[in-house]
């Protein structure tokens, strides 16, 4: 048996699955076949419910250092150096008490994935470059992987290493995916993209630029405000260059010929790529490896980042023998409903930006509303105990909720201005000593940390040990879950942020617990 309990053959999401699985006393592997890190911007953009679970993991603060908000895109007709219009990209939105990190962030993928890995050498784990999964072998209660390491030298070393669990977050080419024998389902759009990070001077780092010429679309996304490494984005939805793979050379004549702007020249490309669109049918591994779909709306990366915190969680559970292996099912039941709504709302996307729409040409570009993944939701799940009135409506799984008070399946608002009364080691609101005292007693122990709320100027004297008690002084809390100063209420917040149950009494609290733990 391996000293890991789990190998994870990665891209960026595979740190994140990394940490979630080691701040919860999980021991990992993380192998990359490449010889160095990649480089790149890559998929920039964190959509607020990404920096949500950012927060939650402790990782946002360094994060927020190496990034900037979403600019202003230009626009531009042929030979003009001056741009004809701006498309407004995301608007700002105030931050309130509930969501604290409204606004979309931007960090390029090769610097966001370096920040990630220097949390994980705080915790003792390293990725183990040159290292690629060449087969795996699945047993009952175990897989063993045959792993081929690479030294700078290029002498091969082959080991066959026995994990607890696999997770393949390898990307699109997924090693994972071919040895399981998966495949996506569903039919490739026509339009070819090709992209790639390439050194571009003569245009303005602070704006995205772009020339549209139906069929074709061109644009510049920068890597940052210092920086003139900018991202080329260039598709065709004819069949003219259908298969066709570009090299740097060929995307700067398309400029030119888009752009007749002989003023910008271009340095080296650090990477290019062509990308062919595909619909995914059924989810069983993470990220890219699982789900390829358009690049449009910034989804991708954060679709991924949600894949991983949802199975990280869970995995932590049964692989620390306190829920059943069953509780991983879940993982395909929760994301593939979500996925379908993503695949959807990236397809609309890409054919509002890159078909065009003569009616509202720009539409496609807003980066606000459900592209924002706040409202991203889990209702209809086994593991979610849902409020009667509720269950089963009829509601997107990128839908806010509509009852204008705190369900189930929905994202925990945040509720700052909170003040301990007693630090001892879901949420309480409001209801007498003696009931609350009676539900802390029955909740699982070790496993659940309990916070009981009180309303400002109220205060305990059930004299339980239990629960850390905190005073609502600002009412944040009160107000944003909508509850009652006299009344018992407990909301149980799952590890990802998620409401997993508002109940009122005792069995509500066992049977939502009987869903999740052995």
């Given at each position: 048996?391996s000293n890991?309990?789990v190998?994870i053959a990665?891209?960026?999401?595979?740190?994140?699955l990394?940490?979630?699985?080691l701040?919860?006393?999980?021991?990992?592997?993380i192998i990359?076949?490449?010889?160095?890190?990649?480089?790149?911007?890559?998929g920039?953009?964190?959509?607020?419910?990404?920096?949500?679970?950012y927060?939650i993991?402790g990782v946002?603060?360094n994060i927020?250092?190496?990034?900037?908000g979403v600019?202003?895109m230009?626009?531009?007709?042929?030979?003009e150096?001056?741009?004809?219009g701006?498309?407004?990209l995301?608007e700002?939105?105030?931050p309130?008490?509930?969501t604290?990190?409204p606004?979309?962030?931007?960090v390029?993928?090769?610097?966001h994935?370096?920040?990630?890995?220097?949390?994980?050498?705080?915790?003792?784990?390293?990725?183990?470059?040159?290292?690629?999964?060449l087969?795996l072998?699945?047993?009952?209660?175990s897989?063993?992987?045959?792993?081929v390491?690479t030294?700078a030298d290029?002498?091969?070393?082959?080991?066959?290493?026995?994990f607890?669990w696999l997770i393949?977050t390898d990307?699109?080419?997924?090693?994972?995916?071919?040895?399981?024998g998966?495949?996506?389902?569903g039919?490739?759009?026509?339009?070819h993209?090709?992209?790639?990070?390439?050194?571009?001077e003569g245009?303005d780092p602070?704006?995205?630029?772009m020339?549209?010429?139906?069929p074709?679309?061109?644009?510049?996304r920068?890597?940052?405000?210092?920086?003139?490494?900018?991202m080329?984005?260039?598709?065709?939805?004819?069949?003219a260059?259908?298969?066709?793979?570009?090299?740097?050379?060929?995307?700067?004549?398309?400029?030119?010929a888009?752009t007749?702007r002989r003023d910008?020249t271009?340095g080296?490309a650090p990477w290019?790529?062509?990308y062919?669109?595909?619909?995914?049918g059924?989810v069983?591994?993470?990220?890219?490896?699982?789900?390829c779909?358009?690049?449009?709306?910034g989804?991708g990366?954060?679709?991924?980042?949600?894949?991983?915190?949802?199975?990280?969680?869970k995995?932590?559970?049964?692989?620390?023998?306190?829920?059943?292996?069953?509780l991983l099912?879940?993982y395909?039941?929760?994301?593939?409903?979500?996925?379908g709504?993503?695949?959807?709302?990236?397809?609309?996307?890409?054919?509002?930006?890159?078909?065009?729409?003569?009616k509202?040409?720009?539409?496609?570009?807003?980066?606000?509303?459900?592209i924002?993944?706040l409202g991203v939701?889990?209702c209809?799940?086994?593991?979610?105990?849902?409020?009667d009135?509720?269950?089963?409506?009829?509601v997107t799984?990128?839908s806010k909720?509509g009852?204008g008070?705190?369900?189930a399946a929905?994202?925990a608002?945040?509720?700052?201005?909170?003040v301990?009364?007693?630090c001892?080691?879901s949420?309480?609101?409001?209801?007498?000593?003696t009931t609350?005292?009676?539900v802390?007693?029955?909740?699982?122990?070790?496993?659940?940390?309990?916070?009981?709320?009180?309303?400002k100027?109220?205060t305990?004297?059930?004299?339980s040990?239990?629960a850390?008690?905190?005073e609502?002084r600002?009412g944040?809390?009160?107000?944003?879950y909508?509850?009652?100063?006299?009344?018992?209420?407990?909301?149980?917040?799952r590890?990802d942020g998620?409401?997993?149950a508002?109940?009122i009494?005792?069995?509500?609290?066992e049977?939502y617990?009987?869903k999740?733990?052995?």
């Open positions: 048996m890991s309990s190998l990665l891209v960026l999401q595979g740190f994140v990394a940490l979630v699985l701040k919860n006393g999980v021991s990992v592997r990359e076949k490449e010889m160095s890190h990649r480089v790149g911007s890559r920039s953009a964190i959509q607020p419910r990404t920096l949500e679970l927060d993991l946002l603060p927020l250092k190496v990034g900037e600019p202003l230009v626009k531009y007709v042929r030979g150096i001056n741009p004809v701006t498309i407004t995301s700002h939105v105030k309130t008490p509930d604290p990190h606004n979309g962030h931007v390029p993928q090769d610097v994935e370096e920040v990630l890995r220097a949390y994980l050498r705080d915790l003792g784990c390293s990725v183990e470059l040159g290292s690629q999964l087969s072998e699945q047993f009952p209660d897989v063993v992987a045959r792993i390491k030294d290029g002498n091969q070393i082959e080991e066959d290493t026995r607890d393949g990307g699109a080419r997924s090693i994972v995916r071919k040895q399981l998966l495949s996506f389902l039919e490739t759009q026509s339009e993209i090709a992209f790639g990070d390439i050194v571009i245009v602070n704006f995205w630029h020339w549209h010429e139906p074709k679309l061109l644009y510049l920068p890597s940052g405000l210092n920086s003139k490494v900018f080329l984005i260039f598709t065709d939805s004819s069949k260059l259908a298969g066709k793979t570009f090299t740097r050379e060929e995307l700067i004549e398309e400029f030119y888009m007749d910008v271009f080296p290019l790529s062509d062919r669109l595909m619909r995914v059924r069983f591994i993470a990220g890219d490896a699982a789900h779909h358009s690049p449009a709306g989804q990366l954060n679709s991924s980042v949600q894949d991983v915190v949802n199975l990280g969680w995995l932590a559970l049964v692989q620390k023998g306190l829920a059943p292996e069953a099912n879940t395909s039941e929760e994301r593939l409903r979500v996925i709504q993503m695949l959807q709302l990236t397809t609309d996307l890409h054919k509002k930006i890159f078909r065009g729409d003569s509202n040409p720009d539409q496609g570009w807003f980066r606000g509303g459900d924002q993944m939701n889990y209809g799940s086994p593991i979610v105990q849902e409020d009135a509720v269950q089963g409506a009829s799984p990128y909720s009852t008070r705190i369900q929905y994202r608002p945040d509720a700052p201005g909170l301990p009364l007693r001892t080691p949420c309480f609101f409001g209801g007498d000593d609350r005292a009676e802390l007693g029955r909740l699982p122990k070790k496993t659940v940390r309990a916070v009981l709320l009180l309303p100027g109220q305990a004297t059930d004299g040990s239990t850390l008690v905190l609502d600002a944040h809390a009160y107000a944003g909508g509850m009652r100063v006299d009344e018992l209420t407990v909301v149980i917040v590890p998620v409401v997993g508002v109940v009494d005792v069995e509500g609290v049977r617990f009987h999740i733990l052995s």
